[in-house]
């Protein structure tokens, strides 16, 4: 059994124990124990036969056999030009215009039962079309949500902003596509040289003519200086973003394109928030077979990381890194990061970095097997310089994937947030650990009110509302694709603060040696399901799951088939849903 404090008035989140103290992470909460590693990378399944990892005859030695290829800066947009100042694109005319249709989706809505954290907050009542990305202000602690809607005409990339935590959200910032749509939308808060924070979001605009030009949009966080500026004029399939932390900070950016000739490159730039655009726009590996997807983090002191997948120098994917040691300016020769032993299509990379004199690094990747998907990480703790395998997150499930994560911006604070899908079930998982124990994630717990969607991530973040919060945004699928909040300080499995009161739970004795009686008042008629959890949030059993009418009811719980611990039980009805903590003491 894990050890647990109890406190009054404690929000438990299942293995963790939340203090709600000034500066607090994630309430001081107590890790778990981590859990062991495997002998093949990306799975619990020790019969999967070893593949040879071999380096592929021939292969180039250098990313870039032609050399550097840059781009020229693009100075920022002039939008007195512009028709419509939102539209980066309204000075152009396309002949024979169509509009967009809306992409068909196909999923189910099989929830993954289990504990959450609190009631999740809606951002907004918009259908998101393919994604969502969150960033907190390290200076006031404002959160900046952005994600593009779901329009045949006038498509649009919108960011909201929270002065609260997340507990209310008002539109702050739009872009908009008049003759086309909007994909890829991501946003982070940086501060320029004088101290100034900008909210900077990006997204890729697709043309009627077929182009996929990358944009960016920066505006002070007062909403004051708005002004578009391109990245890439066309065949930009994925894009990516982050910031230095402090004032003089950089923002980067990284994004994959595809050739003529059916190959893939990626390509870095980044920008001063000066008012000179993206610069050092270059090329970085090139002749790619696989669309690499790649993520990229700053840390600290100029030391910046992409991870990406690819399968140029070997016969099976692999995880790579490049690294840049001095800003963005220049970069270093990519390296393996993993072998990927098991010859595994491996997909959805993403990075974080801590931001300490040195760093602790993190790289999540999906491998897909043919029956079933998991995550794995690596993990560095000399500022990415050596990477080491760590272990699958579990419990597998037999489809957990597309993981995100997110470190928190503060020079003595290394932690890390990671949110992931879990399917079957359409949940959003969550996991995090410190960079002083960077192997020590906690099984995974799904966060969602909601059945999210397996099209595309939930997205990882942290804020700071009294303590050091992780918190998560997804969309709901089973909820139109709006998109929710949660944060790790709303929650917990026993919410007494926040339970239902017309529910009137009472459970006693408690403590208890034997059989306890629950009694509850539900004052609306449908399905009451009643459920049992231990410490660490794994349910032990559904009591019942039956229609009831209004009234009030009693039940026995026989726990003498139950080890000393703490557990909680948790009643669902149509008018609500609270928790009781029971102690078991023999």
């Known amino acids: 059994m894990k050890k647990l404090i109890l406190i009054t008035g404690l929000a438990i989140l299942f293995s963790f124990v939340s203090l709600y103290a000034e500066n607090n992470i994630n309430g001081n909460a107590i890790k778990s124990t981590p859990t062991p590693s495997t002998k093949i990378e990306g799975t ?22 032609m050399g550097v290829k840059y781009l020229p800066p693009n100075p920022p947009l002039d939008n007195s030009i512009l028709p419509n100042p939102d539209d980066p694109t309204s000075n152009n005319t396309y002949p024979g215009y169509t509009p967009v249709i809306n992409k068909p989706r196909n999923e189910h809505s099989q929830i993954f039962d289990g504990p959450r954290w609190g ?32 329009h045949s005409t006038n498509d649009s990339l919108v960011v909201y902003k929270s002065t609260n935590g997340g507990d209310t959200w008002n539109l702050f910032i739009i872009g908009l596509n008049t003759d086309g749509y909007i994909g890829n939308p991501k946003v982070r808060v940086v501060r320029d040289a004088g101290g100034q924070s ?32 391109q990245i890439a004029a066309d065949s930009v399939l994925f894009a990516d973003i982050d910031g230095d932390i402090g004032t003089g900070a950089w923002c980067y950016c990284t994004y994959s394109k595809i050739e003529p000739d059916g190959q893939y490159q990626i390509w870095t730039a980044r920008n001063a928030l000066d008012g000179t655009g993206w610069q050092n726009n270059s090329a970085q590996f090139v002749n790619m077979p696989i669309n690499p997807y790649p993520a990229i983090a700053a840390g600290a002191g100029g030391n910046v990381g992409i991870a990406f997948i690819d399968s140029f120098y070997t016969t099976t994917q692999e995880v790579r890194i490049k690294r840049s040691t001095n800003y963005g300016q ?59 395998y760590g272990t699958v997150i579990t419990p597998a499930t037999a489809n957990e994937n597309m993981s995100t994560l997110r470190c928190y911006k503060s020079t003595g ?42 099209l595309w991530p939930p997205t990882a973040g942290w804020v700071t509302r009294g303590g050091i919060y992780s918190a998560i945004i997804y969309s709901a699928m089973s909820a139109g694709y709006r ?42 008629p449908g399905i009451v399901k009643i459920s049992l959890y231990d410490a660490s949030g794994r349910l032990v059993d559904i009591i019942t799951n039956d229609s009831k009418s209004a009234g009030t009811y009693t039940l026995n ?19 609500g849903t609270a928790t009781k903590t029971m102690t078991i003491v023999r």
């Open 44 to 65: 619990i399944d020790e019969n999967i036969p070893i593949i040879p990892h071999e380096k592929v005859q021939g292969s180039l030695e250098y990313e870039l056999p």
């Open 119 to 150: 009631n999740d907050i809606l951002i907004d009542d918009k259908e998101v079309g393919e994604g969502q990305d969150f960033d907190e202000d390290e200076v006031d602690h404002a959160i900046y949500v952005a994600f593009d809607t779901y």
């Open 198 to 229: 900008w909210v900077v979001f990006l997204g890729i605009w697709y043309e009627p003519t077929g182009a996929r030009q990358l944009w960016s949009r920066r505006v002070r966080t007062d909403g004051t200086g708005a002004t578009f500026e």
């Open 330 to 388: 220049s970069w270093l020769n990519s390296e393996p990061v993993s072998n990927n032993a098991g010859a595994a299509i491996l997909r959805y990379p993403d990075i974080g970095y801590t931001h300490g004199s040195t760093q602790t690094g993190w790289i999540f990747v999906t491998f897909k097997w043919p029956t079933e998907d998991n995550i794995a990480y690596y993990y560095s703790t000399n500022s990415g310089v050596n990477w080491t």
């Open 413 to 454: 604070t290394g932690a890390i947030t990671v949110a992931y899908n879990c399917d079957p079930g359409d949940s959003t998982m969550f996991t995090w650990a410190m960079s002083t124990t960077p192997t020590n994630f906690d099984n995974g717990v799904k966060i969602n009110d909601y059945g999210a969607t397996g």
């Open 483 to 524: 998109p929710y909040f949660d944060w790790f300080g709303n929650t917990g499995i026993a919410e007494e603060n926040k339970q239902v009161k017309s529910l009137l739970l009472s459970l006693s004795p408690n403590p208890s040696n034997g059989p306890a009686k629950l009694s509850y008042t539900t004052k609306n």
């Open 557 to 575: 719980l026989n726990n003498q088939e139950l080890p000393n611990g703490i557990y909680f039980v948790r009643v669902e009805t149509p008018e």
